[in-house]
Each structure stands twice: as structure tokens, then as C-alpha cells.
């Protein structure tokens, strides 16, 4: 598993297509999947934050963040809106961690502050949590110059 800025560093083009998707709207939108107790799925909206000190969610208290706390295991996925190309699509899974170190938290929140404007409500009571890489999956409508229609899966190394 590797950090989104490794994963930007050995494969430039597919995390742009990535980054592109998930800011698609100027902000980081996606779903993130988390494994529940008792093993089955929970997905939850959140706004993915990427900025130089990786790939980061935060999480108010609640389901998602026991989840996240517990087994770490995630994918947080994004779909490309409005059509023709509403069936494209990006997901990164690995393992979620649970991020304390101040100067991370103060590079996040300054990209909090450029792609909203302000902190969110209740930013005081969020968790933050880096999503280190395993693999991830681009699926398109139409070829592009870099890939073709269907999926591209890429792994980390181990």
C-alpha cells in the first residue's frame, strides 16, 4: 500500500483522471464504503480532500468512523455527471488511518479553505483519516489519448 502522493508520483495520468473525477464540481465528492461489525458493507457520502499531504477524509463522529477505527479497510468511489459519460468512474481502496500529526491536519484545512471557502460546520469535531492506496479502478465510457473504453485496474506494489 502506498500514499495518494506516491501513487501521483509513479502513475501521473491515472491519479489526474482520478483527481478530475473526484473534483469534478470544484470540491471532493465521492462515496466511501466501510466494512460494518458485523463484516457487511456501509457507504456514505463524504468530500474526499487532496492536497499535497495525500488523500484525506473527514469524518464527524458516527457509523463511518467506528468503521474506519475498527478495520480501516475502504473504497471510496466517484461517478462523472451529467451524460454522456454518467457511467464513467474511479474508486481507490486500501486502509484507512487515522491522521494526528498537526502539520498534515494544517495543509488539509488550508485545501478545506481554497476548494470551499470556509471550514465546514463542526470542523473541531471531525476525524481526520489518510486513505493509503492498494489499487484503484478507472472505467470509461469512451477511449481517451491515455486509455481506453472500459476498466483500467492498476495495484500497488507490494
Not at 48 to 67: E, F, M, Q, T, W
Not at 127 to 134: G, H, K, R, S
Not at 146 to 155: A, D, E, M, R, S
Amino acid at each position: 500500500m502506498i500514499t495518494w502522493t506516491e501513487f501521483e508520483r509513479r502513475q501521473p495520468v491515472l491519479a489526474a483522471v482520478g483527481r478530475d473525477q473526484f473534483y469534478q464540481h470544484n470540491i471532493g465528492l465521492g462515496f466511501i464504503a466501510t466494512v460494518r461489525r458485523d463484516g457487511g458493507p456501509r457507504v456514505h457520502p463524504v468530500c474526499p480532500v487532496i492536497s499535497s499531504a495525500g488523500l484525506h477524509v473527514l469524518i464527524l463522529p458516527g457509523p463511518k468512523r467506528g468503521d474506519l477505527r475498527r478495520d480501516g479497510r475502504y473504497s471510496l468511489h466517484t461517478e462523472m455527471f451529467p451524460p454522456p459519460r454518467e457511467d464513467d468512474g474511479f474508486a481507490v481502496s486500501g486502509r484507512a488511518r487515522e491522521e494526528t500529526d498537526r502539520a498534515t491536519w494544517t495543509v488539509v484545512r488550508d485545501q478545506v479553505m481554497k476548494d470551499f471557502g470556509e471550514l465546514w460546520p463542526n470542523y473541531e469535531n471531525l476525524t481526520l483519516f489518510e486513505l493509503a492506496v492498494e489499487g484503484c479502478l478507472l472505467t470509461l465510457t469512451q477511449p481517451t489519448d491515455q486509455f481506453l473504453k472500459g476498466p483500467t485496474i492498476w495495484k500497488a506494489p507490494a
